[in-house]
């Protein structure tokens, strides 16, 4: 699972909540005095151009920003892959309960005619039965801890989750999601222990229009720090 990502004009990473405070400082070495402003953003723009932006939890100044970021919350978890999925409650980046399942649901066939018509069939029944499994699961998880979630964060099939959101039943479950969807493989209790971790990060988003290609990406990730 990729900690970096593109996004129009830049890229995007992740930082764990403790590090922010020094990945702006040498997001300032690498590019010159910075100037910061904070609304429901910390807008931090270097001499050279580069800018990075991330979400706050509140908070007037960086110190305070950092500290809200830093304060432990209990978050939902949503990994939905077509014939996977993985949901759970995660308290400071460690999983409390959960729910992990797998369903066949077959490739697709390049053959023509009855038989790949059959195929079809039989594949979208398979995976309307993996995707209902997943929202029951999501229904019996976290619905019933709703109120003591601060957000809810996603990851996987964007499909898979567009019709999980489609679910009224957990119409109130995305109203809490974050906008950011993780990219995750296949998932298991495993890839659900990491997105755990995952969920704590802030996500920075870098736009430097001289830095390119993977070095840059690992340079402002903030690795070895």
Known sequence: MSRVRPVPGGRAVEVEPERVEGWIARFAERHGAVQTRIDDHVRITAADGA??????????????VIENLTTPRRIGLVLVRLGGHSVGVANGGKVEVSATDRKQVHGRIRAGGWSQQRFARRREGQARVALQAAADDVFRVLVPRLAQLDSVVLGGDWQALDVLRNDRRLRDVFSKAE????????????????????????EIVIQDTRATGPGADRMDTGEGA
């Open 179 to 202: 906008e950011r969807v993780l990219d995750v493989p296949e998932p298991r209790r495993a890839i659900l222990d990491e997105a755990a971790e995952r969920a704590r990060c802030v």
């Open 51 to 64: 800018t990075a932006t991330f979400k706050t939890r509140g908070g007037t100044s960086v110190e305070e």
